[in-house]
């Protein structure tokens, strides 16, 4: 196809962005973005109890939406330029489907039940049931389901959420005939594909998250998960077996979907994965390169060739999966629970002291380049404070979702900008003990990519990440890379490139600047990093 282009659809935390990209050169044609509706209301979700769930309509109508909006910017005819379409989303972010493949929560009997819903990457609500997960992996009467996944099942992942919901709500274990990713769920959508046994699920999803692994031929046996309830084997049957990376063919774009975004029958749509993965193909990341997808959360995505990660099971990450990132690669994949929210932690506390001290016609936008710029004249270690990041648990290194963040060394001479800059630094020490982790694996860190919201908004949480973690940091030009990494995975899926590795070298983003760490500041922030450590070992 002349001048192919590849549709990118890209799910995140709080909106959908489609991206339509140049096979060829991985120019940036047209994009938009829509916010779910519901999900801004907090429709669903009770943060009290860490309860996080998103209407799969509001998936559906937002994913129409910037579709048509990246259609109606590009150039006239696009649409029939369109050689493949990839998706990523969050994860693991589970639904329940009913027999015919419907989303629970698409039916009128569950459409405001909170459990029927697709249960976000954030949800912690099945941290009693990860519990119980690792100690049954852990005790040795089974093998260790574990041990691919960072030897530590988190409450953000498939099963613990699963059990969780099948124990509190009969009426959707009962009426959930399988479980499907929300990566998976989408391809399906757009295929008209309503078997779940059908879906082509993804490698990714499953090894990172569902502690799937070659090695023991798929999923957890039955043996394992009746251990755990009684109703889980019959579940697992109507799971899968087989696992696909994001270069396969998920299927073809079916007649509902095409006249909903105005576009030809039959293209090809890719598998789909997870966002970061995916992240971490667009931003050009290649093996040894940690890829650093900073928004809200984080997700650190690191590519090792298979002979050289050989059986190493590197212990507190969340997962290493033969093809998960790139197609022959082994990706292994850490984060930190909390990075951009931390910021708006405190935006946010301090936007609602200024309304209770009655000053009016503040901008809550303006609070973090100001707390920025104020904090950006202070010495490295905040006039002697010292903060954890664990605001929402921690990911990496060794998932705990009871962990909780911590300020310590506060007196009256501090003020919101010195509190600021402890919480930036605490950030940056949360990545600095994963990539520490990474080389105590034995898997090295040769280069940091780092892409996302805060890796284009914040040079004083780049600057200060790089001088802790002593490496430069590369930032990636493209505010898209999770969709365009996903616009990489079409191309392939379509035939415009035979490999995802040749779609990469030629679509991937350019590098917009590199910042450099602050050598002079070395001693200052080693010492900074073990009291992080040693506040952390306290608090735990």
């Known amino acids: 196809m002349p001048n192919a282009l590849a549709l990118g659809i ?8 489609a991206l339509l990209v140049d096979v060829k050169t991985g120019a940036e044609i047209s994009s938009a973005v829509s916010a779910y509706a519901r999900w801004a209301k907090g429709d669903f979700c009770d943060a009290s109890s860490q309860r996080f769930r998103q209407h799969p309509q509001d998936h559906l109508d937002s994913m129409q939406t910037a579709v048509r909006g990246a259609l109606a910017k590009a150039p006239k005819g696009a649409g029939m330029r369109i ?7 969050t994860g693991s972010s589970p639904l329940p489907v009913a027999a015919d493949g419907t989303a629970l929560a698409l039916t009128s009997a569950f459409a405001k039940d909170p459990d029927a819903m697709c249960v976000l990457w954030k949800d912690h609500t099945g941290v009693g049931e990860a519990d119980e997960i690792n100690a049954l992996a852990h005790a040795g009467k089974h093998t260790d389901y574990t041990r691919w996944s960072g030897g530590i099942y988190s409450s953000e992942w498939f099963w613990s959420k699963i059990l969780h919901i099948t124990r509190v709500n009969a009426r959707v274990a009962k009426a959930a005939y399988s479980w499907v990713e929300h990566c998976d769920w989408v391809p399906a959508v757009l295929c008209g594909i309503s078997d779940p046994m059908a879906i082509k699920r993804s490698r990714c ?9 070659a090695a023991w031929g798929g999923l957890p046996d039955a043996t394992f998960l009746g251990a755990l309830d009684k109703r889980l084997p019959a579940l697992r049957d109507r799971l899968y077996s087989d696992t696909f990376t994001a270069d396969e063919t998920a ?3 079916g007649d509902e979907w095409a006249d909903r975004f105005g576009l030809p029958v039959g293209v090809p749509v890719a598998v789909g994965a997870f966002d970061a993965h995916l992240g971490a193909v667009g931003a050009g990341a290649r093996p040894y390169e940690l ?12 590519m090792a060739p298979p ?11 969340c997962g290493q999966v033969d093809g998960s990132i790139m197609p022959g690669m082994i990706g292994l994949e850490a984060g930190q629970s909390a990075f951009g929210d931390v910021y708006a932690w405190w935006r946010n506390v301090i936007f609602c002291g200024a309304a209770i001290s009655g000053a009016k016609g503040g901008d809550p936008d303006l ?5 920025s710029k104020l904090a950006a004249e202070l010495e490295p270690g905040a006039g002697g404070l010292v903060a954890l990041d664990w605001f929402n648990g921690r990911r990496s290194p060794d998932a705990d979702a009871r962990a909780r963040a911590a300020l310590s060394g506060l007196h009256l001479g501090h003020g919101p900008a010195h509190i600021f800059r402890a919480l930036v630094e605490a950030t940056a020490c949360g990545a600095r003990a994963i990539t ?14 780092a892409l996302g919201g805060i890796a284009r908004k914040s040079p004083l949480a780049m600057q200060i990440c790089a001088d802790v973690l002593q490496t430069p940091i590369s930032i990636v030009a493209s505010d898209q890379c999770c969709a365009l990494g996903s616009a990489i995975a079409a191309a392939v899926a379509g035939g415009a490139h035979p490999t995802m590795a040749k779609a990469q070298a030629a679509m991937a983003s350019q590098i917009e600047r590199t910042v450099k760490p602050d050598a002079m500041l070395k001693k200052t922030y080693d010492a900074l990093y073990a009291r992080y450590q040693a506040l952390g070992k306290s608090a735990g």
Do not use: N, Q
Not at 436 to 449: I, L, Q, S, W
């Open 367 to 371: 609070i973090i380049p100001t707390l």
């Open 205 to 213: 999803a499953a090894g990172h998250k569902a502690m799937w692994h």
């Open 251 to 253: 299927g073809r774009l």
């Open 10 to 17: 890209d799910f995140g935390t709080d909106s959908v962005r």
């Open 83 to 89: 050689c493949g379409i990839g998706v990523d989303t």
């Open 291 to 302: 890829a650093k997808v900073m928004g809200t959360s984080t997700c650190d995505m690191l």
């Open 307 to 317: 002979k050289a990660v050989g059986r190493k099971a590197v212990r507190g990450i």
């Open 436 to 449: 520490e982790r990474f080389a105590d694996g034995g898997v090295r860190v040769k280069r940091v990519v």
